[in-house]
């Protein structure tokens, strides 16, 4: 006798798109449930922070970061398009990559100390729960577009902060 509810989750999965699901909610991550967003946050800091100790120079740390945060951003939108159209969701928690371009967006030119680092994830993550304008209006724009550009001004809002506190040497 066949276990139905095995057939109706392989029935579910095949109607996924394998690429997307990957990478929108970064390997899996957004599947965690309540808090999948800043768990992808800190995974995005973690990253940043072993590459960055790395030993590869600040100049070029900051063109990774971008070029990391360019790359996330534009796979994102075709990828929470899909991920939403399959789940019928406007803008699906399980999708994280936007948290991850964010995060990445925040870190940009980031010397490579720990307060900062944390200074990024906690304004970050702070811009993008709150949403203030304009990051909410970014919302209503359609499928994938909307699911990552709120988190893309969230990003540059925590990214503006955080280097007036670099800049200034508030945190030492």
């Known amino acids: 006798m ?21 990478s929108g909610t970064f390997f ?7 808090g999948g967003g800043t768990v992808a946050a800190v995974a995005t800091l973690i990253i940043w922070w072993l590459v ?11 063109i990774v970061t971008t070029a990391f ?13 899909i991920v939403a159209r399959e789940l019928n969701k406007k803008d699906p928690s399980e999708v994280v990559l936007d948290e991850v371009a964010g995060q990445a967006i925040t870190m940009i030119a980031l010397p490579v ?13 702070a811009f993008d ?15 994938g577009t909307g699911i990552m550009m709120d988190d893309v001004a969230a990003g540059i809002l925590a990214l503006i902060i955080v280097q007036v506190l670099v800049h200034y040497h508030l945190l030492g």
């Open 2 to 22: 066949a276990d139905t509810n095995t057939s109706a989750v392989s029935a579910t999965d095949a109607k996924r798109t394998a690429w997307a699901w990957v």
């Open 129 to 143: 729960i709150v949403k203030p304008p304009p990051v909410r209006q970014l919302e209503s724009l359609p499928g």
């Open 28 to 34: 899996g991550i957004g599947l965690v449930g309540k």
């Open 69 to 81: 945060a360019v790359f996330a951003t534009l796979l994102g939108i075709p990828a929470g398009t």
């Open 113 to 125: 100390d720990w307060k900062y680092a944390i200074a990024s994830l906690i304004l970050f993550r």
């Open 52 to 62: 960055a100790k790395s030993g590869m120079s600040v100049s070029t740390l900051a």
